[in-house]
């Protein structure tokens, strides 16, 4: 257990131009700071968080909206045997969609998103390191990055029966991308303490 100060800031700020177009933005950033009586662990994370929202009113029935947005995390940590290990992770996702009525009963929309995460393990040795913990740096580069990437794409169609209920449909499509290590590595699956194993498709 450690105790941990955190410091963080966030603006929000709403812009409407005219009355058909409606911007938000918001900004948000921080750090932690830990301390415990060890050298161990967790000693400070930082993070920081971008978004931009828009909607727009093509005509009274139809309109489209858009987002994209970045996000950053960095924690470091020390581990035992001499390792310094900082993990970064950047994530940016965007999205357009589309809303309107094709009656006075019937609503359709549709959306496209995608998503691109990648997260790094950078590794370093203190200098009290010991000579096997660099050799074993030195022979596998560290931990390899992981990659996550998704693409959707999204459709439905609303249909009012009455003033208590309606009836909706919704369609997806999806692809995702994802190499996370930690279930199969180089065609090898995960292998839990009883032998049985576990092997994640990358492709989705």
Known sequence: L???ERNKAR???DWAPTETL???LSLEGGQDRFSAPTSYGLQRTRMEQASLDASYALTD???ITGNISYASQVLHQVRPAGYVLSFDNKSTSVELGATGKLASKIQV????SFIDDKSVYAQALDPLAGADSAALLA????LPDILYRQAALKLFAKYTVDKQSSVRLDL???RTRFNDWTWGLDGQPFVYADGSTLWRNPIQ
């Open 2 to 4: 450690a105790d941990r």
């Open 11 to 13: 603006l929000i700020a």
């Open 22 to 24: 409606a911007l938000q």
């Open 61 to 63: 029935n139809w309109s």
């Open 109 to 112: 929309g549709a959306s496209m």
């Open 139 to 142: 022979a596998t580069g560290g």
């Open 172 to 174: 997806l499509a999806q």
